[in-house]
């Protein structure tokens, strides 16, 4: 198996079955095993006398072989009691005291299972407005907000990982500043990532230097106006301090909204890749790029066959994860099931690149990045067509975007997941990001520090005949190769690092992979320390000219803990 003890660590830490007593009681062998057989049993729900002896050993090779990864739940419950399988959930978050606090119970709920779950909060009235039944005054959005936070602060995920949460407020609800800045001390609402749901016609007020109106949701009432550029000044200044709130395009969101009969889209999942109604779900995987090379003579290229296979056998899976899921409420049983969302996507494309030669801030990279979501786009919903003929349409399909063309199994087909934990594991870049660093420093949750070096570089260096500790050292300390003395231009011009790939590049990557998928991209612009707030203003521009879901951007120290530090420890 060609997992390495990294990997295997995080595995054992935290995805192993275990024993009453806390002792694992399988191997990582036995965890791909696990997951696949239960995952395979999905086939006898349309046929009894299907082989599922067969699609379990398909399953099985697919992970363990690295090619394809299902999202953490997945491999941490499927075949075990709690068998929640999906990684994203969006709540609704009505005005009204019982549904604010269902919704916390909700999440709580989802939270224990290793799920996170995203909000809009746009319907909460605005502070000061009037209780009816009280006479008193309503405390607003930001201030259930804490309540949220502080219930998932409680709520550690079965001992893995904190519950995860995306908090979203329209752009146009009366307390729109206040969310803008509520993060700003950096204590405050820290289980949540922020985005700001952005329409089109304030980007047209942006432009056009206009006043935008403030709509209440409780009576639908304008009750105010705000001049958009100060609104967009806002968010850029807040953003370049502290990396948030992120922005979200709605109107965009909503249209692609598969099945507008069942409502708006109002938020996404944490990490703002996967737009839901409220109560879906949605279970991602994502397929190891490295693992779909072949080496010709001319080097490196993309093995088209092979990534075929494993985009079929993948949508295959997922849409299984969605039959044996063990759902959390039977709202979100009802939802999944009549929609069918799975997101499948892509992990390790910087290593992809540097393996094949290519920069990732060049056109050829941007060109590479369209042709391969092309393909897992295109083959993915042939796949799922396929499965249609067999399984049926996913049962809103009549109600939906697609009803005049071929039926469908799945509504969404794909969606680019950061892979934060699935990259470990399989031992690739993460997601579409570009390499971090290529020597850096990892701090550990208890203070201890990991120095982790690039495998695919430490090769290069070593086949050029230039590999030394000193070098090494160099690039430890400065985290990029792009001002180390001795590397070889080819070399440097590859091996760019996310703070050598200029915001406008991020960008252009996001949007190559957006054009292919059916969801969102999640993706971070990265800027140097120095970076102007014109600079924040001008990537949020251009994602939106680009056709972007929503932008998520961080200057280099611009929070106090960054899991991932450039240079030395200190
Ligand atoms: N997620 C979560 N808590 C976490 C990490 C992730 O709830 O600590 C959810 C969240 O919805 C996120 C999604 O899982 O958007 C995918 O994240 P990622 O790809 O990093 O997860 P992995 O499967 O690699 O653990």
């Given amino acids: 198996m060609p997992i390495s003890e990294n990997a295997k660590a995080v595995l054992e830490r935290r ?90 119970k909700n999440a709580a709920l989802i939270h224990k299972s290793g799920g996170g779950t995203g909000f809009s909060f746009s319907r909460l009235r605005p502070k000061g407005s009037t209780v009816n039944s009280t006479g008193g005054v309503a405390s607003g959005p930001i201030s259930f907000m804490k309540v949220f936070n502080a219930a998932t602060e409680a709520v550690k995920q079965g001992g893995t990982r904190r519950g995860a949460n995306m908090g979203i407020l329209r752009v146009d609800h009366p307390d729109i500043l206040e969310f803008i800045t509520c993060k700003n001390d950096t ?78 889209i109002e938020s996404t999942n944490p990490c703002g890749e996967q737009p839901l109604l409220p109560y879906e779900s949605c279970n991602l995987g994502s397929i190891n790029l490295v693992n779909h090379l072949m080496k010709t003579p001319a ?30 409420l039977p709202e979100i049983d009802r939802m999944t099931r009549s929609t069918r969302k799975i997101g499948l996507g892509v992990m390790g494309f910087a290593d992809m690149l540097l393996h094949m030669g290519v920069p990732y801030n ?9 042709e391969i979501m092309d393909t897992v786009n295109s083959i993915g919903h042939q796949a799922s067509e396929e499965l249609a003929e067999i399984r049926g349409p996913f049962p809103l399909f009549d109600q ?66 230039i590999y030394s500790d000193e070098l090494m050292h160099k690039i430890v300390e400065q985290g990029s190769l792009a001002h180390v003395d001795g590397i070889p231009e080819d070399i440097r011009r590859v091996f760019v690092c996310a703070h050598d790939v200029s915001p406008i590049w991020h960008v252009k990557m996001q949007a190559a992979f957006q054009r292919y998928t059916d969801n969102a991209v999640s993706k971070t612009v990265n800027f140097p320390n120095s970076a102007t707030k014109e600079e924040v203003a001008e990537v949020y521009r251009l994602a939106f000219t680009l056709g972007c879901k929503g932008t998520t951007i961080y200057r280099d120290g611009s929070r106090n803990e960054q899991v991932l530090n450039i240079g030395k420890v200190n």
């Avoid at 002896?53 to 394809?68: P, Q």
């Avoid at 993309?302 to 044996?324: G, M, P, S, W």
């Avoid at 060049?362 to 369209?370: C, D, F, I, M």
């Fill in 15 to 104: 995805y192993l079955a275990r024993d009453e007593q806390g002792q694992p009681t399988e191997t990582v062998d036995g965890l791909f095993r696990r997951v696949a057989n239960a995952v395979a049993e999905g086939d006898r729900r349309f046929d009894s006398k299907a082989d599922v002896v067969a699609t379990a050993k398909e399953f099985y090779e697919l992970m363990v072989s690295l090619d394809f990864l299902p999202n953490s739940p997945t491999l941490m419950n499927a075949g075990r009691p709690l068998g929640q399988l999906s990684a994203c959930f969006v709540l609704p978050v009505a005005d009204s005291m019982e549904d604010i606090f269902d919704a916390i």
């Fill in 187 to 264: 204590r405050e609402i820290t289980n949540f990532n922020l985005s700001v749901g952005i329409t089109e016609a304030f980007m047209e007020a942006v432009s056009q230097d206009k006043p935008y109106d403030l709509v209440d949701p409780a009576t639908g009432r304008v009750v105010g106006q705000h001049s958009a550029r100060a609104v967009f000044d806002a968010i850029v200044t807040s953003a370049w301090q502290t990396g948030e709130p992120g922005i979200i395009f709605l109107d965009r969101l909503n249209r692609d909204n598969v099945v507008p009969s069942q409502g708006e």
């Fill in 299 to 328: 080097g490196w290229v993309l093995d088209r066959a092979k990534l075929e296979k494993t985009i079929r056998t993948a949508v295959h899976f997922l849409d299984n994860v969605i039959e044996v899921n063990q759902y959390p």
């Fill in 362 to 370: 060049s056109e050829e990279g941007v060109a590479l990045a369209e």
């Fill in 400 to 465: 939906s975007i697609y009803r005049d063309g071929r039926p469908i199994r799945n509504a969404t087909v794909t969606t680019i997941a950061p892979t934060g934990t699935l990259s470990i594991i399989a031992g690739v870049s993460s997601g579409v990001e570009p390499v971090f660093a290529y020597a850096y420093i990892r701090n550990v949750m208890d203070g201890t520090h990991l120095i982790e070096t690039n495998q695919i570089l430490k090769d290069r260096l070593v086949e050029a005949g």
